[in-house]
């Protein structure tokens, strides 16, 4: 009995340690500056989107930089697809308008993570 209730109470505190390996929340966050100045720039649109079939993308979340540049973005979404990060992208269309004064970026963020940038645009 002693044998059964140790294994029990080992299996729980195993279980209860796991919790954060399940973890699916992405964060990214960080900077937008001018690639030329270094200044930041403000309104900047910023998203995690995930890709679907046919190049389709939906957005998770979304934000645009505060006056100092400054951006903070996560989601909770747990599928196989890809989350990309998009900064000044046109493709995220209703999400955020394209500034046409700077270039945009795109990359594929880790998911579970929490990544910090300087992104230059």
């Known amino acids: 009995m002693r044998t059964m209730l140790t294994g029990v109470l ?44 046919f190049g389709a993308y939906g957005a ?13 973005v996560s989601t909770d979404f747990d599928k196989s697809n890809p989350i990309d990060l998009f900064v000044n992208s046109s493709v995220m269309g209703a999400v955020g308008t394209y500034n046409e004064a700077y270039g945009s970026y795109q990359e594929i963020v880790r998911k579970g993570r929490t990544t910090r940038r300087q992104i230059k645009l």
């Open 60 to 72: 998770e979340a979304s934000t645009v930089t505060d006056a100092r540049g400054k951006f903070s």
């Open 10 to 53: 080992l299996c729980a505190l195993v279980l209860a340690g796991c919790d954060s390996l399940f973890d699916t929340t992405t964060i990214v966050y960080g900077t937008v500056v001018d690639k030329q100045s270094g200044a930041p720039l403000s309104d900047i649109s910023v998203a995690l989107v995930t890709s679907g079939a």
